[in-house]
């Protein structure tokens, strides 16, 4: 009931080791094994392969991307969110809101045998991407056949993107932009992305996203170093999500009245830089990252804190 507006399904790693990152989107990925004792998901490229691949890519071509479906196995969420029952509250929805791990999320944090993330081995990243816009393409079907009628958004989620522009990072801005926009392609509802840490903003910026998601919370005055970006990206109709509610402790000593006024101050540090307060103000609110590692208490604080943050600003609207 905290998100009516825009539901979305809840992913689980808690559950089960086939909700994490990597694992829960792995189903169709050719020759991928994991060890759930050693917590390890690796692609095994030593056997077999060719033919794996020869099968994933005669697969590309079923038109309900069958051969990628997320089972309830790899997603109670999903399930859960399947049974939700069609009565009252479906009024009130305006957007359904999935999620896919981002192909640089994924490619770094699945390896070949020798542990070399596949991010950096053109061809896996090829089979990497269309294995992940197969994904994004069965999810946005599935919510089309569930919730006739209203519109989808789809985000990729990287927080590996806040290793991106340190000297730790060995990632080529093209490769990320140009990985990005693959997925985003065939997508026909929004689509954002998520990253909950610094990154070099400029480079989600510049690729053919709506949404842009961020940790406003901690990370705002980062967002603010890139004015020229932000402005253009905003002009032609990008929109924020405004991480603005804390998924730590911090949740403890915040409430709507006091993430409000945060907010607020964010809208007034941005336009400062020469950004539009009304295009600013045309804004999605969410928790500033998931809420995994959190108490369920302090899990459901923030759901509920997002809700009436919005719900305040929107009053006021």
């Known amino acids: 009931g905290n998100f009516s507006h825009i539901p979305f399904w809840p992913q689980l790693p808690k559950r089960s ?10 189903q169709g990925f050719p020759s991928l094994r994991w060890d759930e004792k050693d917590q390890r998901v690796w692609v095994d490229t030593s056997s077999g392969f060719d033919k794996e691949v020869e099968k994933f890519y005669e697969a ?54 020798e542990g070399k993330p596949v991010f950096y081995d053109p061809t896996l990243r090829e089979i990497l991407v269309k294995h992940l816009t197969s994904k994004a393409h069965w999810m946005e079907k599935r919510f089309h056949e569930q919730f006739p009628g209203v519109p989808t958004i789809l985000f990729f989620d990287e927080p590996s993107l806040s290793s991106f522009g340190s000297g730790f990072s060995g990632l080529n801005r093209e490769d990320v932009v140009l990985s990005l926009n693959e997925c985003f392609q065939g997508v026909k509802g929004l689509k954002g992305v998520h990253c909950c840490g610094n990154t070099d903003w400029s480079v989600l910026l510049s690729a053919n996203l709506d949404i842009l998601s961020f940790d406003a919370y ?46 607020k101050k964010g809208i007034v540090v941005l336009s400062k830089k020469g950004i539009d307060q009304a295009l600013l103000q045309r804004a999605i609110l969410t928790p500033s990252c998931g809420t995994a590692s959190l108490s369920i208490p302090l899990a459901e604080r923030v759901c509920q804190v997002t809700a009436e943050v919005s719900k305040r600003l929107r009053d006021k609207e």
């Open 17 to 26: 080791f086939k909700e994490g990152m990597v694992l829960q989107y792995s």
């Open 218 to 263: 901690g990370y705002l005055e980062t967002l603010s170093l890139y004015p020229k970006e932000l402005k253009a990206f905003l002009e032609k109709g990008g929109i924020l999500a405004w991480g603005i509610v804390p998924t730590s402790e911090d949740i403890l000593k915040e409430n709507a009245l006091s993430l409000v006024e945060r907010f």
């Open 60 to 113: 590309l071509g079923d038109v309900n991307f069958k051969p990628f479906e997320i089972t309830e196995e790899f997603s109670k969420g999903l399930q859960l969110f399947r049974d939700l029952a069609p009565g009252d509250d479906w009024k009130q929805i305006k957007y359904v809101k999935g999620q896919v791990t981002g192909p640089i999320t994924f490619g770094l944090s699945l390896t070949d045998p």
